[in-house]
């Protein structure tokens, strides 16, 4: 029975968080969304397979449980969800992410109403550390296809938790040509907003939670990448950050768009919080995080060699100390 709303959870050997996100699905609209979760063969498969079964027994919602033959990996994973759901809407999420609550009562009759005109509808994220909101924006309603609007939010794809795809508009890309890139809904997100725009909900839509254990880097598809695998280096995110840029020079070089420069702009604005992190290993460390930083693929702008001087000389707790006052007076004028 087709459905308006796929909620597609990626998963693997984190049973607890997979019942954790499961259950945090709630709303009235019961006949009109499917549960599908994608296990991405892992060890605990027949595991996670009998408690989603027996959390379907009790549960008013379609929920389906699939096992991928082999380890996909991330990317292919994401394409797998795609093949395999029934609803018009795929609503990523990670299984050690949440739904907000309420998020799904407001989301299906925007869907009813608005969502055919667009291929990507999203909203904010809140942190569970610290409360925080991210995937902020001003605008609520449309976003207009085109290139300058997908280069201006394309940092709005990176936590693929939350970001609803219209299912006709992207199965037919392939995830294959993704494998360990990590991003395969940066490329979808790019895609949907160049070619037919998006649709903001200025309302939370799920808690980032991110507690589960790492399966990037440790699982049978991803080659045993260490950088990957040890997500609390601050290296592992510029080893992400290199197969994400190969993921926007990927759908420049498709589209003939210029993505990767308004990127590299926000990225080089962005790159303090690394560097800052890294100075706090000491300086040895710093020195390795700077270099690999500049080996990486893109333009850094000065800015960034601003945050390098000003860390290096002065340290993580001073140089907070100034950073401080620069913001103020930026936004002062």
């Keep these: 029975m087709s459905k308006i709303l796929s909620i597609g959870i990626t998963s693997y050997k984190r049973m607890n968080e997979l019942v954790?996100?499961?259950?945090?699905?709630?709303?009235k609209y019961v006949d009109d969304i499917e549960i599908l979760v994608s296990e991405d063969h892992s060890p605990q498969s027949a595991q996670l397979k009998a408690e989603v079964e027996k959390m379907k027994e009790s549960s008013p919602y379609d929920i389906r449980f699939t096992t991928n033959e082999v380890n996909l990996g991330y990317d292919r994973n994401l394409g797998a969800i795609i093949q395999k759901c029934r609803g018009d809407y795929i609503f990523f999420m990670s299984d050690d992410d949440?739904?907000?609550?309420?998020c799904i009562d407001r989301l299906i009759p925007i869907l009813k109403q608005n969502g055919?005109?667009?291929g990507v509808l999203y909203g904010p994220f809140i942190y569970s550390r610290d409360k925080t909101r991210d995937r902020v924006r001003s605008c609520n309603g449309y976003i207009s296809?085109?290139?300058e609007n997908a280069a201006k939010y394309v940092y709005d794809s990176i936590l693929f938790s939350g970001l609803i795809f219209k299912k006709k508009f992207v199965q037919d890309f392939d995830a294959s040509q993704f494998v360990n890139y990590n991003y395969f809904q940066v490329y979808l997100f790019l895609q949907m907003m160049f070619r037919y725009g998006a649709y903001y909900i200025n309302e939370p839509m799920v808690v980032c939670v991110g507690d589960g254990e790492n399966a990037y880097g440790i699982s049978d598809s991803s080659g045993g990448n260490q950088l990957l695998a040890n997500r609390k280096s601050v290296k592992s995110n510029l080893e992400f950050n290199r197969t994400l840029i190969?993921?926007?020079?990927?759908?420049d070089e498709e589209t003939g768009c210029h993505i990767i420069k308004a990127f590299e702009k926000q990225y080089s604005l962005h790159s303090y919080s690394g560097l800052s992190m890294a100075r706090e290993e000491g300086i040895k460390y710093f020195e390795e995080y700077w270099d690999m930083l500049k080996k990486l693929d893109m333009r850094m702008y000065p800015v960034s060699y601003a945050y390098y001087l000003i860390l290096r000389?002065?340290?993580?707790?001073?140089a907070e100390i100034l950073m401080s006052k620069l913001r103020k007076l930026v936004k002062k004028e």
């Design 246 to 251: 190969k993921t926007i020079r990927k759908f």
């Design 98 to 102: 949440i739904v907000f609550e309420g």
């Design 313 to 318: 000389i002065f340290g993580t707790k001073k």
């Design 145 to 147: 296809a085109g290139e």
């Design 116 to 118: 055919e005109k667009c």
């Design 20 to 27: 954790r996100c499961i259950n945090s699905i709630g709303t």
